[in-house]
């Protein structure tokens, strides 16, 4: 199948995934996989933008938006990190061909909910894709970097809690064992087990199943945001994401009565509660999103793929409103990491969704993701170079026996059953904790 050893394996050629193997000197062989196409990541789909602190005086408006954002239960150290490596990640991204939208040679910012001022880069409505595209191109040109496209991560290879390697599987369920001084899950978040989610469904939280098996500490799993709206529609598969940029610009909510309901940019779990509460009054299986108070000539030029997926459902946004109901959308939780994106076990860093740095507490501020994604995963670069020697598996061959992989299908099957599970326990704990308070 390939050459077997690495200096670093990334499971996930996400931002967080191509990140991190840019980030890495080019002496290091590194091996990146992805589960589905090198470009079926959530990382592509990002519409909105990504934030970057404007000025020194925006820093604390920043930093209590987060807070806020994330009912003050976000790692303090973790938001600070982020916000004040925001302006040399966006300079990064420059550098490597990223282009944001700007006038007269100036950076021009958005605004979504629950930020108190603009201070979000964006390329049109497809900024992911604007900036994960560039870091795909930049990781295929390195010769020190090998991409593998539908290529699964069923297991880690670890003993005495250190990992050495990942097995993986390809296209035709053919199973391989794989060392690496170091491996870094960039897996993405939990989507795919959810039957409404904006996530691609291949990215179902296989790297949380693995920590629960390897009993590598996670934390709050229950913290899944849901996102107040996506495209209502009857057909099964990912649900459409309309920005919440599209209300940052001036679009509301109104009910079946042509009624607004609710603050539209509040946080997206405030706004989600209050679309399900008016669902439920009225009885009806959507709400309204009314484009009518964003100029024509806006929509057309800030939001055209929007525009165009709207319209091509049949609710064309210049003419009429767009039937929207909240989606799952991102995950706040997953393995724990510390400020390096180091994991409870050796040799092993979790980075972007997959991980839990605490930047977003217990509910994620909006265009926060896509940034803390590219932060951490420069610091564990950083980290993973400062180790000259890592511990090597004496018997690396006899820690797998791949016959274990046969029935490959029951396998993922049982991670995914593992992962709801979790979700539902530590919901039910946390609840009982809450109310004894
Ligand atoms: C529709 C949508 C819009 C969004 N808009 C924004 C936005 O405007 N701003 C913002 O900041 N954030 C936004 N987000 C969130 C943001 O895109 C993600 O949080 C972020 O991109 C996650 O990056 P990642 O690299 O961690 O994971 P992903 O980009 O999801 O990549 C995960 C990778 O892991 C691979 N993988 C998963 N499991 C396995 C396995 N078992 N074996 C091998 N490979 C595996 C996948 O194939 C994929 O390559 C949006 C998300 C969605 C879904």
């Known amino acids: 199948m390939m050459n077997k050893k690495f200096d670093v394996v990334i499971v996930g050629t996400g931002a967080a995934g191509l990140f991190c193997a840019l980030s890495l000197p080019q002496d290091?062989?590194?091996?990146?996989?992805?589960?589905d196409a090198l470009d079926g990541s959530d990382?592509?789909?990002?519409?909105?933008?990504?934030?970057?602190?404007?000025?020194?005086?925006?820093?604390?408006?920043?930093?209590?938006?987060t807070m806020r954002a994330g009912h003050y239960e976000n790692r303090k150290e973790s938001v600070e990190?982020?916000?004040?490596?925001?302006?040399?990640?966006?300079?990064d991204l420059e550098g490597y061909g990223v282009e944001f939208e700007k006038e007269n040679g100036e950076f021009v910012f958005t605004k979504e909910g629950a930020h108190s001022d603009n201070r979000i880069l964006f390329h049109a409505d497809v900024t992911g894709r604007e900036i994960t595209g560039k870091l795909l191109a930049r990781a295929q040109e390195r010769e020190n970097i090998t991409l593998m496209d539908y290529t699964t991560m069923v297991d880690w290879v670890c003993k005495d809690n250190v990992c050495y390697g990942i097995v993986v599987a390809d296209e035709d369920?053919?199973?391989?064992?794989?060392?690496?001084?170091?491996?870094?899950?960039?897996?993405?978040?939990l989507g795919g087990v959810y039957k409404h989610s904006t996530n691609y469904r291949h990215i179902s939280g296989d790297a949380l199943a693995l920590a629960l098996y390897h009993n590598v500490r996670l934390e709050n799993c229950d913290?899944?945001?849901?996102?107040?709206?996506?495209?209502?529609?009857?057909?099964?598969?990912?649900?459409?994401?309309?920005?919440?940029?599209?209300?940052?610009?001036?679009?509301?909510?109104?009910?079946?009565?042509?009624?607004?309901?609710?603050?539209?940019?509040?946080?997206?779990?405030?706004?989600?509660?209050a679309i399900f509460a008016k669902m439920k009054e009225q009885g009806t299986e959507?709400?309204?999103?009314?484009?009518?108070?964003?100029?024509?000539?806006?929509?057309?030029?800030?939001?055209?793929?929007?525009?165009?997926?709207?319209?091509?459902?049949?609710?064309n946004p210049l003419e009429t409103w767009v039937p929207v109901v909240p989606a799952q959308h991102y995950f706040m939780g997953g393995i724990y990491v510390d400020k390096d994106s180091k994991t409870t076990m050796e040799q092993l860093y979790a980075i972007g969704e997959t991980s839990c740095n605490g930047v977003h507490g217990r509910n994620r501020l909006a265009s926060n993701s896509l940034l803390e994604s590219l932060v951490f995963a420069k610091r564990a670069a950083a980290d993973i170079m400062t180790v000259s020697e890592y511990k090597k598996a004496a018997d690396f061959d006899n820690l797998v026996n791949l016959?274990?992989?046969?029935?490959?299908?029951?396998?993922?099957?049982?991670?995914?059953?593992?992962?709801?599970?979790?979700?539902k326990e530590e919901a039910r704990l946390r609840s009982l904790k809450e109310e004894a308070i």
């Open 28 to 35: 290091k062989k590194i091996l990146c996989i992805s589960k």
């Open 43 to 65: 990382s592509f789909l990002a519409q909105g933008g990504i934030c970057m602190l404007r000025d020194d005086n925006d820093y604390a408006s920043y930093f209590e938006d």
């Open 81 to 91: 990190i982020m916000i004040k490596s925001s302006q040399q990640i966006i300079h």
């Open 173 to 189: 369920g053919k199973t391989e064992a794989i060392e690496a001084d170091v491996t870094v899950l960039a897996c993405g978040g």
């Open 223 to 273: 913290y899944v945001q849901i996102h107040p709206t996506t495209l209502y529609t009857k057909q099964s598969g990912r649900s459409f994401l309309i920005s919440e940029s599209v209300r940052g610009e001036g679009a509301v909510l109104r009910d079946k009565n042509g009624e607004r309901f609710t603050d539209e940019l509040q946080p997206r779990d405030v706004v989600s509660n």
């Open 286 to 315: 959507h709400v309204w999103l009314d484009f009518s108070p964003i100029p024509k000539e806006e929509i057309l030029s800030h939001f055209p793929n929007i525009y165009k997926h709207c319209t091509e459902a049949g609710f």
């Open 403 to 423: 016959e274990d992989y046969a029935d490959l299908h029951g396998i993922m099957e049982k991670y995914h059953a593992m992962v709801v599970q979790e979700i």
